[in-house]
């Protein structure tokens, strides 16, 4: 079975700091995506950073990164410089690579401080 | 990226009664999409599997007749509630999955209809 677990409830970070979620998983699969999912107020899911497992090379967007190791089965959220439009809920998921359904976490509420 | 509607957005409606929720892929194909259902400050549940042409898969827990689902079309799956009851008000996203230029699958979130039922 494959789980995914988001020990952070909540989370607050000063604007302009740095911030790591944390999120593992748990599959006897190799191959498979893991994706970071940010949901704001308005509820829209919004696709913040996509991992596949394959690569060692850890992706990045802009602000955001990821700490991918795959022996550990963790794959954390790293949010640079954080801004006040960065408050959100943010979802650990992954989906196995022939496979139909994402597996979510339970998510981590950020709040970003003025 | 694709894009994925949802409508309504926000619908409210009587007890008894049965709401249908359309989703759209605008710019492309799909020939599977996801309904999932949210609580507040929950995560999202997957509660069907909407393949086009065919029936729909429908998660453990979840009751079919209550939640029909139909995928008419590629770029079309709709989501009834019947005979709604106010256990039923809840946040609905569909999501329409995407083969990614890699080789794997990308899904794509629509809006989500918020539910309430009086």
């Known amino acids: 079975a494959q789980t995914v677990t988001q020990s952070q409830p909540e989370m607050s970070v000063q604007e302009a700091e740095t911030v790591t979620l944390s999120c593992t998983y748990d599959t006897s699969e190799n191959n498979y995506y893991l994706f970071w999912y940010k949901q704001p107020p308005s509820r829209q899911m919004i696709l913040v950073i996509r991992q596949e497992a394959y690569k060692q090379q850890n992706a990045t967007e802009n602000r955001f990164s990821v700490n991918f190791q795959k022996a550990a089965k963790s794959f954390s959220l790293k949010i640079s410089d954080s801004q006040l439009g960065d408050t959100a809920m943010y979802f650990c998921?992954?989906?196995?690579?022939?496979?139909?359904?994402?597996?979510f976490g339970t998510g981590t509420s950020l709040t970003v401080i003025p | 990226g694709a894009v994925v509607s949802q409508h309504p957005s926000w619908v409210i409606c009587k007890s008894g009664t049965s709401v249908k929720i359309e989703c759209r892929s605008l710019d492309f194909q799909a020939t599977t999409m996801f309904w999932y259902r949210q609580f507040p400050k929950q995560s999202l549940m997957l509660m069907a599997t909407s393949n086009e042409g065919s029936k729909a898969t429908y998660e453990q827990g979840v009751e079919k007749d209550k939640f029909l689902i139909n995928h008419a079309s590629l770029t079309l799956s709709t989501l009834t509630v019947t005979s709604a009851h106010p256990e039923d008000s809840s946040f609905y996203i569909c999501s329409a999955r995407v083969r990614g230029a890699s080789g794997g699958y990308e899904q794509f979130f629509g809006p989500g209809t918020r539910l309430t039922v009086l």
């Open positions: 998921a992954f989906i196995l690579y022939t496979g139909n359904q994402f597996y």
